[in-house]
């Protein structure tokens, strides 16, 4: 089943554009990551999916339902984590999840329950009686996550939730969102501006690049599609040749852009063409990461 089915949505602001024309498809039970640099539109079509903001045009239906007609229902099935900003600073952690409860469940004896599994998996029992604002932004993260979870959303939106976030404490986010996504079959939509974050976890991944969805695919496709024309090299050579070898990749044609790494070396990213380096220098290819395309694209466009 269709988890969620975005046609043609575009969402402006007065007259500037922010999403623009966009479509995408993300079945039930998949992690999709939404990729982009800032100001690229992510936060908007978050914004959208979760009922918060109306589209200007396109059509949106999650889990079968109409953004249009069912706005009630979506509201009912999905979760959009953002800003910890949400919580009530001087609440505890528990109080904020009861508080959050009861706007968006019913509170009974079960929900009490989920909240203090909650509470317990996202390691914050020892912060019970804390208020919240004592919090480190790691936990107030964690907090806002379980937050989310409390209604067992079917759908999970997540814009950029490791933002700003300790290292150990994103790596325990990470986690708990593929063993939720694994145990619940929640299907998640992730944005990041990091990009190995959503290499890691999604299946299917999606680039904005100023409002306008440039890839939409899986990433196993993305990397086929861009290996034949974006290959990546090392190159090392003796440190007195460094202005020989910048003049050289200078006038290259199959190569498309240079940055050096230290007095004796440079990465070349080449169109995939064969470029004859000169023979002092020793050539590594490197292994194409997602990183690399992801800055083709926003350079240079999909292709
Ligand atoms: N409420 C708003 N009013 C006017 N412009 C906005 C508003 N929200 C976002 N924008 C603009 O829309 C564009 C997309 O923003 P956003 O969706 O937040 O991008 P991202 O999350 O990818 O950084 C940006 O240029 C931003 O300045
Ligand atoms: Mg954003």
């Given at each position: ?46 914004k ?43 609440l ?66 997540l ?65 086929s ?45 080449t ?21 690399d ?11």
């Amino acid at each position: 089943m269709l988890a969620i089915n975005v046609s043609g949505l575009t969402k402006k602001y007065k007259k500037f554009t922010a999403v623009d024309n966009i479509s995408f498809k993300v079945e039930q039970g998949r992690i999709y990551g939404l990729l982009g640099p800032n100001g690229a539109g992510k936060s908007t079509i978050m914004k959208v999916l979760s009922t918060l903001i109306s589209p200007c045009a396109g059509y949106v239906e999650i889990m079968g339902y109409s953004l249009e007609k069912d706005k009630e229902k979506i509201k009912s099935i999905i979760s959009l984590v953002s800003d910890y900003t949400v919580l009530e600073d001087d609440l505890t952690p528990y109080e904020n999840l009861k508080m959050f409860a009861e706007i968006s469940v019913s509170m009974n004896s079960q929900v009490e329950g989920r909240i203090s599994s909650l509470i317990e998996d996202f390691g914050l029992s020892m912060y019970k009686d804390k208020l919240t604002k004592n919090l480190s932004s790691g936990n107030k993260q964690k907090l806002n996550i379980a937050r989310a979870l409390i209604k067992k959303p079917q759908i999970l939106l997540l814009d950029e939730p490791t933002n700003a976030i300790d290292v150990e404490t994103s790596r325990f986010i990470r986690e708990y969102i593929v063993r939720e996504n694994l145990e619940s079959n929640t299907t998640v939509v992730i944005s990041s501006h990091y990009i190995w974050e959503v290499e890691q976890i999604a299946s299917e991944i999606g680039v904005i690049v100023n409002g306008k969805l440039a890839v939409n695919k899986k990433s196993s496709e993305i990397f086929s599609d861009y290996k034949q024309f974006l290959r990546i090299f090392e190159l090392a050579f003796p440190k007195e040749k460094f202005s020989e070898v910048s003049g050289f990749l200078d006038v290259s044609s199959g190569v498309s852009n240079f940055r050096q790494t230290g007095h004796d070396k440079l990465i070349v990213q080449t169109d995939g063409s064969e470029v004859a380096f000169p023979d002092f220098v020793s050539v590594t290819e490197k292994e194409l990461s997602l990183e690399d395309i992801y800055s083709h694209i926003v350079k240079k466009g999909a292709v």
